[in-house]
């Protein structure tokens, strides 16, 4: 959101709430919250004069005319509370988050993601980037007019993940240039392999940044989810005492920093090992290990008027949280990508049906003989 744009819903949410404590009467006195309203109106009918002039005018003539002889006047009072709240619904735009990114580093950008819908939600109109599922520009759209629409329609909050990779792109550094000129709310991130004095145009390391394997990490990430649920007008809890915070960022940090060169993954990759498995949360292992034990290899997601089941074999996990929805959805979307999984078929209710696939057993198989060759060691 623009400087200017974001001053005026200060001015008008100021206004509105000194409103709030006021009660009028054909007699009532002007005092301090009269005084401290037409300051308000004073200073931001000039902020709104090119797009609504009508309201500046009337918001300029009830400015000069609200207290006449110590006296409130009531009509002029009524007319400053009817143009804010005109202006509110006017300037109120949905909160976004927007996550500039390279390509080479959407799995930075599935960690980040994965984390941030364990606290804003899974509604995937309140994130936007350009490569993840879901949350990416749609079939048959222009990204770059797509992208403008999004920093008009929106309040954006922008996340830019940096990397050695960012500065190659022409797109990037267009979404990088449209945060500046908007004045967004801005975090930057850099990745394992990103040093601070790679930081260079318009966002740079005047801006706040988290450095993902840097000492101060935790703590920049303590501030960064408080900037978030603010951002999204949300509860927000004591991040440095909250356990199961600590938990979830300490584990995405832990995700993003193994993450390392991209061209070191492409080598790995040559020689037939694949670095993202080195990213599978203990989780995801876990229930990995469990459903390839299992006789048929199916894994069903069963809905009840009692809630939501995960059936492997002869296991039933029940589904009592937003949290624990979030945690099994990006196992299965992990585990897709991958080629670990697909979909088999249908229940009859239409909710699928997951079958394993070959690789998975293999890999299985390879996580059991690092455990023995650990144990016998």
Known sequence: MAKEDRQIKE????????ISQM????????????????EIVKNLYPLISNDYPLLRDILSKAETRLIENGIINAFFFGDIRTSLKILKANYSRP????????????????????????????????????????????????I????KSEFEGNDVFMIIVHSPRYYQSSVCLNEMGAAWIQDTECYSFLTAD??????????????ISIKVNAKDAKDRMNEFMGKVLDFFNMPKPDLSTLS?????????????????????QREKAKDG?????????????????????????ECWIIETMDGSFIQIGEEEFCINTGRERAEWDNFF??????????????????SPIYKLKKAAYDYVESLKKVLQKAVSG
Not at 23 to 38: F, H
Not at 244 to 264: A, I, P, Y
């Open 333 to 350: 979307e992990r585990l897709m990508e991958l080629g670990f999984a697909d979909i088999d078929r249908p229940n009859s209710d239409g």
């Open 23 to 38: 009660k009028i009467r054909s007699d009532s006195y002007a005092g301090p919250n009269t005084n401290k309203l037409k």
């Open 244 to 264: 199961q915070w600590e938990t979830d960022r300490d584990e995405f940090l832990k995700e993003v920093c193994k993450l390392g060169l991209v061209e070191e």
């Open 144 to 147: 770059f007019p797509e992208i």
């Open 194 to 207: 990103c040093e601070y004095d790679d930081l260079k145009g318009v966002i740079d390391r005047k801006y």
């Open 273 to 297: 090992v694949n670095p993202i498995l080195d990213s599978l949360s203990d989780f995801d292992k876990e229930h990995l290990k469990k459903w390839a034990d299992s006789d048929d290899g």
């Open 11 to 18: 001015l008008i949410n100021e206004g509105l709430s000194i």
């Open 95 to 142: 909160p976004k988050i927007f996550i500039s990114h390279k390509s080479e580093d959407e799995a930075f950008v599935k960690a980040l993601i994965k984390l941030l819908r364990l606290y804003i939600g899974s509604e995937a109109e309140k994130i936007f980037c350009s490569s993840v599922p879901t949350y990416k520009i749609g079939i048959g759209k222009e």
